[in-house]
């Protein structure tokens, strides 16, 4: 398989994964702009931060009121970060490694494609919004399931796999990240209006707030959403979660080529981050500082994973 | 049904439909339009999807398009096919010789039949390609030969492409699209299948391999890229054969061949069918700046580890020049009469025809020599006044860049409308592939369109469209 078309695979994911998780945070900041008018603006600029989109947004736009920031995060063609410019990229990713897709994932990607260009080519009243990104996650879901359904388990289709779980690492740190502060167990804190928000918004960025009840049986509380968030191997889109899918993926790759890679033991280090610890010791190291460690340490693993299977010349 | 036009129509007469499509006809007599109208709409619906679309060059957009798909067959005899065939073939055989000839010996030259200006003069002409043979001997591995018809019996032979035919996706893509459409049709009417071609273009490309190669070949498609006009068929191609579609910056030179970047290291390759043109293939050789193709390739070719297909500089064979000495180059190689005519064509270049033709531009067909895609012509009967005026000056500055041709009665194949059905004129390309073991032509090939009524012009890129070809069996 050719390197570039192993990259084209993987990046294809990635774009798919990033538009999917910026679709969620619009979401989870529209939710909070119609239910807590106060904090709306507040709660656009840390989404347009935790996309690290903010030194462009100041370039383009005035002011973070929804109808801004929702039209530059989705459909502003100038913006390589909006769902528009990534489901084009992800499309493109899709035309360059064709010959190694199924026909039914060509196809859920192309119609993602033509669906969006489509839904998106006039900005979105309000009215509209939910339905919008309602077909985002709807589409994001159909690329998924056809390559689930339907590819052949070789190296291609770990390569996809590994994209998605990259990119989902990535953003649930960043996600992390930015709200840091609600989430340190502070008694000042502690039954105040604005953690109960950031809580709430937290775990919907991450459409978790249904699952964390089923899976925690506990009020809203910052070290339990917390530990949720980083350690809970269940959750889908946990950090624990996620390395464990890196690590499986580039463990098939291994298997498949026969050999082991500087990737692989980057990853497993990654991994052993989450394994046999508790929240507790998390704090104790400082979660800002764990967080942070973490998205860089995703961004070398990115940067290995590139060379070791030859994406570019 | 019967006809309504001046012009020869392959399908109606004016006593009812031709002998190939009698049962289309009682077929298309019962339908009703609004379920073809619905079939047309699906059919585009499944060209979108599938992503079948080009770029147009020079739009700023660089939007994809759909090149349109008209629903009903150009159907043609089993008796007018074997003569289409037999005529490619030998066209082919003798455009490999002459190929072979003009980068050798250049016996034609000294023997006076085509004049030598025109191989010198010729920016086709790559004199790295001089006493060299490929492997195989095969120059021209894929052709497309264009072909127009005027009358029953009368088929001319408008152009021959030996550099990089593209369309062949759209006559596999138009069958599929067809059985979709109507598989009871083919249910009644027997017609010959096209689905082997990518494993027949496999098969040629293998059979060209270098004889250094060992094993099976290693065969791949190397296209420009994703912004390219016809990359929907070079990785349609590359998918059917089950090849790796490659761009240059994944291939390079190793260890004297050419090698592609998998991920687990670099693979020799054997076969490039190449979608690049020759000025890209090596910015060592050609267009220094050029991105597209892969430095050092033309030295590994020369030293015979790589397969180039075409190979370079087939372009001396297809010009529109060196087309109206083809009678004659047929008949030096072969020693036999051009089974397919030639439409008769007139060299600006000889200063008594450039006054025959600036006299009689409003009834000509003017066309460079080095011209495709249908951009740079005058088509006389259709263009104004001051269109022949603004071109006679072009035509007087550089005469030898221009040959006329008589306007052709191109014949008609009725399309599909809301009102019902509608003549429009037609063109054909069939595909022939070359290898060592022979040369073999997929029945039927790509007829295009000329949508707009009373258009000669077929091209995509100006309005063409595209309809399934039909060749029936016995």
Redesign the interface.
């Known amino acids: 398989m050719l390197g570039k078309t192993a990259g084209g695979l993987y990046w294809m994911f990635r774009y798919l994964e990033r538009a999917e998780n910026t679709a969620r945070l619009i979401e989870a900041g529209f939710r909070i702009a119609l239910t807590r008018s106060d904090d709306a603006e507040a709660e656009w600029k840390s989404v347009i931060v935790t996309l690290a989109s903010n030194t462009k947004y100041k370039t383009k736009r005035k002011s973070y009121d929804s109808t801004q920031v929702v039209d530059f995060l989705l459909r502003d063609e100038t913006n390589s970060g909006s769902v528009l410019s990534m489901v084009k990229a992800a499309r493109n990713n899709a035309r360059l490694t064709r010959t190694a897709l199924t026909s039914e994932v060509w196809y859920a990607v192309n119609d993602t494609w033509m669906a969006l260009k489509d839904l998106l080519k006039d900005p979105i009243p309000e009215t509209e919004l939910p339905a919008v990104l309602a077909t985002i996650r709807q589409q994001s879901a159909l690329v998924r399931g056809a390559l689930v359904g339907t590819m052949l388990r070789n190296d291609m289709y770990h390569f996809c796999r590994l994209g998605t779980a990259l990119e989902r690492m990535d953003n649930t740190a960043r996600i992390i990240d930015v709200k840091y502060y609600a989430l340190l167990p502070s008694p000042a804190f502690v039954g105040s209006k604005m953690d109960n928000v950031q809580w709430e918004t937290l775990l919907r960025s991450v459409s978790a707030h249904r699952a964390f009840r089923w899976a925690v049986d506990d009020d809203f509380a910052a070290p339990a959403i917390a530990k949720f968030l980083v350690l809970d191997g269940r959750m889908p889109r946990s950090l624990a979660f996620c390395a464990g899918e890196i690590t499986k993926n580039l463990g098939h790759l291994a298997d498949n080529y026969g050999e082991r890679l500087g990737s692989n033991d980057q990853a497993d280090a990654l991994q052993a981050l989450f394994k046999g610890r508790d929240i507790a010791s998390i704090f104790e190291e400082g979660l800002h500082q764990f967080v942070n460690r973490v998205i860089a340490d995703t961004s070398q693993l990115a940067g290995q994973i590139e060379r070791d299977f030859r994406f570019i010349g | 049904m019967v006809k309504t036009s001046a012009f020869f129509d392959e399908m109606l007469t004016a006593d009812g439909a031709r002998d190939p499509y009698a049962k289309y006809d009682a077929w298309f007599a019962q339908q009703n339009n609004e379920r073809l109208a619905q079939k047309s709409a699906e059919a585009e619906a499944f060209f979108?999807?599938?992503?079948i679309t080009f770029n147009v060059y020079g739009q700023s957009d660089a939007e994809e398009r759909l090149i349109p798909f008209d629903l009903v067959p150009r159907i043609i005899s089993d008796k007018e096919w074997t003569k289409l065939s037999k005529g490619i073939e030998q066209r082919v055989y003798a455009i490999n010789a002459f190929l072979h000839d003009i980068y050798n010996r250049q016996e034609i030259l000294r023997a006076g039949i085509v004049p030598t200006e025109l191989i010198a003069n010729n920016d086709a002409f790559l004199p790295q390609m001089m006493d060299f043979t490929p492997p195989g001997g095969i120059y021209t591995h894929i052709v497309g030969t264009d072909i127009v018809r005027t009358g029953p019996d009368d088929f001319f032979v408008l152009e021959d492409n030996a550099r990089t035919p593209s369309g062949v996706s759209y006559m596999l893509e138009n069958r599929e699209t067809m059985l979709q459409m109507f598989p009871e049709l083919f249910g009644s009417i027997k017609v010959k299948p096209v689905s082997d071609y990518p494993k027949n273009l496999r098969r040629a490309l293998e059979a060209s391999a270098p004889s250094s190669c060992e094993g099976r070949p290693c065969v791949v498609v190397l296209t420009p890229g994703?912004h390219n006009s016809a990359?929907y068929e070079h990785?349609f191609l590359?998918?059917q054969m089950g090849v790796?579609?490659?761009?240059g910056?994944?291939l390079?030179v190793v260890d004297g061949h050419i090698a592609?970047?998998?991920?687990?290291?670099y693979k020799v390759i054997d076969v490039i069918y190449r979608r690049v043109d020759d000025e890209f293939l090596d910015p060592l050789t050609f267009n220094p700046t050029s991105m597209l193709g892969v430095p050092g390739i033309m030295d590994v070719y020369r030293a015979g580890n790589i397969t180039i297909t075409n190979a370079p500089g087939t372009g001396v064979a297809d010009d529109k020049a060196i087309y109206s000495y083809m009678p004659d180059i047929i008949k030096f190689y072969t020693g036999e009469r051009a089974i397919l005519k030639n439409v008769e064509t007139f060299r600006c270049s000889e200063p008594d025809t450039l006054k025959y033709v600036l006299d009689n531009l409003a009834d000509l067909v003017v066309k460079e020599v080095h011209g495709s895609g249908g951009y740079g012509m005058l088509v006389g009967p259709a263009a104004t006044k001051k269109e022949i005026a603004d071109f006679a000056i072009k035509l007087k500055a550089r005469p030898s860049n221009y040959i006329a041709q008589p306007t052709l009665a191109l014949s008609t194949v009725p399309i599909f409308t809301e009102a019902g059905l509608a003549p429009r004129h037609v063109d054909l390309r069939p595909f022939a592939l070359m290898s060592p073991n022979g040369v073999s032509i997929t029945p039927g090939g790509l007829t295009r369109v000329a949508l707009a009524e009373g258009s000669l012009v077929v091209n995509s890129s100006q309005g063409g469209g595209t309809k399934d070809t039909w060749v029936l069996e016995d």
């Open positions: 979108m999807r599938t992503g994703i990359y990785s590359a998918d790796e579609l490659v761009e910056h994944d390079k592609m970047r998998t991920t687990r290291g």
